[in-house]
């Protein structure tokens, strides 16, 4: 009998230009609303302001997200110390009626 490896998900974590999982929609997105910012920005105020701003959201976006991934994906809080948590039980919880 031949036995065959399975192989489920993509097996590597997914990178695309140095942004990792998650993070790739988070660059996406980045681009997108500093496009949409700096468009608006040119539309309203002046064209040379508008381009500023889209620069200026795009790399603060990607600056943004290029930090938060270095985190990791699932970016918790380390408390340090000490927890008693109390315990919520009824009085009469050992004597049960059966």
Known sequence: MRLFSIYKGLQK???YRGFKGKFIAWGICSLVLGLILGGLA???INMYFGGLVTLSAIAAGLIYT?????NGLHDKTR????????????????????
């Open 79 to 98: 408390s340090e110390g000490i927890f008693i948590h109390q315990v919520n039980l009824k009085p009469g919880y050992e004597k049960e009626n059966f």
């Open 13 to 15: 974590p997914l990178v």
């Open 42 to 44: 040119g539309t309203l």
């Open 66 to 70: 290029f930090s938060k991934q270095k």
